[in-house]
T-cell receptor, first 112, second 112 residues
């Protein structure tokens, strides 16, 4: 298995633009997580899906952030409009119930 | 204004020495714990896990100890190597379902 695949690896965008981050979880995993990592706040859980259904989005910072999981093999995290304070590394992770938590390589987002 | 970054505690060790990285957790209901290693520019990588019905688990050069009485977790790395230099995170299943919550992390610096 290729592991959790995220794209793009790096994204630089201007303030106010829409940004879409993508994630392909490990085949067979039923849970998917989006995390954000910054120097200020460390690793924060943004949202968590189980069987493609959002279970807990309490970590999503604002309405500008939205996430979808249209099927078991794909998820997106969208920021619209983006702001400089959204600059961070965004990680996607997947698991099969409570086993095999695996992280992707992350998307480094810079909003200028 | 000046920004203040997350201050990670740093453990500095000599190559070949044993390292012990500590972690405290707050939720007495947590029943599953994972240690992750994160190298610069990469996503967190699974090292070892332990369930609450155990107090010790060993892997290759790593041992995790769990003390549920004081809610403390430690990661021991034997014969530390330069390649072990990274930030180490403990994470626990907290808040229900299989939502993984991370601690702040400890930076391990291995000197030749």
């Amino acid at each position: 298995d290729a592991g959790v695949i995220q794209s793009p690896r790096h994204e630089v965008t201007e303030m106010g633009q829409e940004v879409t981050l993508r994630c392909k979880p490990i085949s067979g995993h039923n849970s998917l997580f989006w995390y954000r990592q910054t120097m200020m706040r460390g690793l924060e859980l943004l949202i968590y899906f189980n069987n493609n259904v959002p279970i807990d989005d309490s970590g999503m910072p604002e309405d500008r952030f939205s996430a979808k999981m249209p099927n078991a093999s794909f998820s997106t995290l969208k920021i619209q409009p983006s702001e400089p304070r959204d600059s961070a590394v965004y990680f996607c992770a997947s698991s099969l119930d409570t086993r095999g938590y695996t992280f992707g390589s992350g998307t480094r987002l810079t909003v200028v | 204004g000046e920004s203040v970054g997350l201050h990670l505690p740093t453990l500095s060790v000599q190559e070949g020495d044993n390292s012990i990285i500590n972690c405290a957790y707050s939720n007495s209901a947590s029943d599953y714990f994972i240690w992750y290693k994160q190298e610069s520019g990469k996503g967190p990588q699974f090292i070892i896990d332990i369930r609450s019905n155990m107090d010790k688990r060993q892997g290759q050069r790593v041992t995790v100890l769990l003390n549920k009485t004081v809610k403390h977790l430690s990661l021991q790395i034997a014969a530390t190597q330069p390649g072990d230099s990274a930030v180490y995170f403990c994470a626990d299943l907290s808040g229900g379902y299989n939502k993984l919550i991370f601690g702040a992390g400890t930076r391990l610096a291995v000197h030749p």
